[in-house]
């Protein structure tokens, strides 16, 4: 069955449609449904990549350790993905579906494409039907076995698309007016003395259409049109003779960045930096961390702590921690003061420093250590600590 026939198939008001016209309509649709999709996408492809420069630490009784947990959210959660790219899958999932499943098998991290779910109150929710890809799992999984996220309350999706349902509309009139706006129209004066039989109407049309057809429709080649003694020529375009009131392309676009506007607000993205403005960047990183990224570090960071470790081990000082800091990229001048002075305060150790630039930390124990200068004292004890002295 091809395409067209498909199309028939599903819709009989295009029944007696021809193909052409078919994949017209489904072109114009794809292009109305466009503009959403680009803002969408570039929404979550922004969030993502923002996720992907986080570093899952995982923390062994308050000290940050690499063991098999953090190979795992780091490195290569499976065996057919990496973490860059499971972690893509994640937000995708979660904020296409408001929901994403992630099961563990065979010690190895799987995001569920579909599955089926029996809710409870006072027991685990039971997860069945689970698959990846073309395999599904024949088991069920209990709520305590799974990592199960969800995004919002109401599904953000379902608002973004009821908006377009009648925004795409406007947006589709604009094109269409500035298409008709811009066009080219001419009227052809005469003394025209001919047949008014339908047959005769319809062979001088073909024959006039044949000679204005390739003058209207040449490109930068040029074209000629010979005017015949008797006939003038009128430029109709536009709202005038010169087309002065034409629509502006400007006016769509326009639109679009309403469309842009109202997705990155949904998702708490600048608008900005989807757009790719440069100005005030920093503060629209800022804004992007704290509104964005962090409430979803912390969803994240909260379901895999409560499942992959549980109450005694987090209380225990035993959790993973999502660190942000490399999403911002900072020059290493810029953060040249305020890193001397907290390595002043015995805040940072040069171990810390040297990660935190970028660098392999140093297996020294002098490197662990933590220093204060001597302009601080102990003000129970009116002391002056030494440099070393905790």
Same mark, same amino acid.
């Given at each position: 069955m091809g395409f067209t026939d498909w199309v028939r198939q599903w819709n009989p008001f295009y029944k007696n449609t021809s193909s052409g016209d078919i994949e017209t309509i489904f072109v114009s649709l794809l292009a109305t449904e466009i503009y959403k999709r680009i803002a969408v996408d570039s929404c979550i492809n922004l969030i993502a990549n923002a996720l992907v420069r986080c570093e899952f630490k995982t923390i062994d009784k308050g000290k940050s350790v690499k063991a098999d947990n953090y190979y &795992?959210?780091?490195? #290569?959660? +499976?065996? @057919?993905? @990496? =973490?860059?790219? /499971?972690?893509?899958?994640?937000? #995708?999932?979660? /904020?296409? +579906?408001?929901?994403? &499943?992630?099961?563990?098998?065979?010690?190895?991290? $799987?995001? =569920?494409? #579909? $599955?089926?779910?029996?809710?409870y109150v006072m027991k685990d929710s039971v997860y069945s039907e689970v698959t990846v890809g073309d395999f599904q799992f024949k088991n069920s999984f209990n709520e305590s076995d799974v990592i199960y996220l969800k995004l919002n309350d109401k599904d953000i999706m379902n608002v973004i698309n009821g908006f377009y349902k009648d925004y795409g509309s406007i947006l589709s009139s604009a094109k269409d007016i500035y298409k008709r706006s811009n066009a080219k129209r001419f009227v052809l004066k005469g003394d025209f003395l001919r047949s008014q039989r339908n047959a005769e109407q319809e062979k001088i049309d073909a024959m006039m259409n044949a000679q204005f057809t390739p003058w209207l429709e040449a490109d930068n080649a040029g074209a000629i049109f010979q005017l015949q003694k008797g006939y003038e020529l009128e430029d109709a375009s536009g709202s005038g003779k010169n087309g002065s009131n034409k629509q502006d392309s400007r006016d769509v676009r326009n639109l679009v960045d309403d469309v842009f506007d109202f997705v990155a607000t949904a998702f708490h993205v600048p608008r900005g930096l989807l757009k790719g403005d440069v100005v005030d960047v920093s503060s629209q990183t800022n804004n992007f961390l704290m509104f964005c990224i962090n409430p979803l570090v912390e969803l994240i960071s909260a379901e895999f702590n409560k499942k992959m470790y549980g109450k005694e081990d987090y209380l225990g000082g035993t959790y993973l921690k999502i660190d942000t800091t490399k999403i911002k990229v900072t020059d290493l001048n810029d953060m040249a003061t305020a890193l001397d002075k907290l390595f002043a305060i015995g805040a940072l150790s040069i171990n810390d420093i040297i990660e935190m630039t970028g660098g392999e930390r140093i297996n020294e124990e002098w490197a662990n250590r933590r220093y204060v200068t001597k302009n601080y004292i102990d003000a129970r004890q009116n002391q002056t600590l030494e440099g070393g002295d905790s």
């Open positions: &795992l959210l780091n490195v #290569s959660p +499976n065996k @057919n993905e @990496n =973490a860059t790219e /499971f972690k893509k899958k994640m937000v #995708s999932k979660l /904020f296409r +579906n408001n929901e994403c &499943l992630i099961v563990m098998a065979n010690e190895q991290l $799987f995001i =569920a494409d #579909s $599955f089926t779910v029996q809710e």
